[in-house]
């Protein structure tokens, strides 16, 4: 009876060590999953940021040009009344 008790020791041991390995494997499967879609995540976040930095820009020129349009129609009212002055 002590021989099988060993040898069910033993299986069990075995078992445990496979079972573990098999654990760990997944794990390393896992932390590389996680790794990927983190750079990912990385990589979409600078993409965005890219983004909202030309959407900046271009919001500044359009106010700059809205700016730019208001000042030339205040002008051109300016030259129309001038014109009406004159005749």
């Known amino acids: 009876m002590t021989g099988g008790r060993r040898l069910v020791d033993a299986l069990v041991a075995?078992?445990?060590r496979y079972g573990a390995e098999d654990r760990a494997a997944k794990l390393a499967s896992m932390r590389e999953t996680v790794a990927a879609?983190?750079?990912e995540l990385l990589e979409?976040?600078?993409e965005l940021k890219a983004r909202e930095e030309k959407l900046k820009?271009?919001?500044a020129r359009a106010a700059k040009a809205d700016k730019d349009l208001e000042r030339r129609r205040r002008e051109l009212a300016r030259i129309k009344e001038g014109l009406k002055r004159i005749r």
């Open 44 to 46: 979409t976040r600078a």
């Open 37 to 39: 879609q983190r750079r």
């Open 14 to 16: 075995v078992a445990a």
């Open 57 to 59: 820009e271009r919001e």
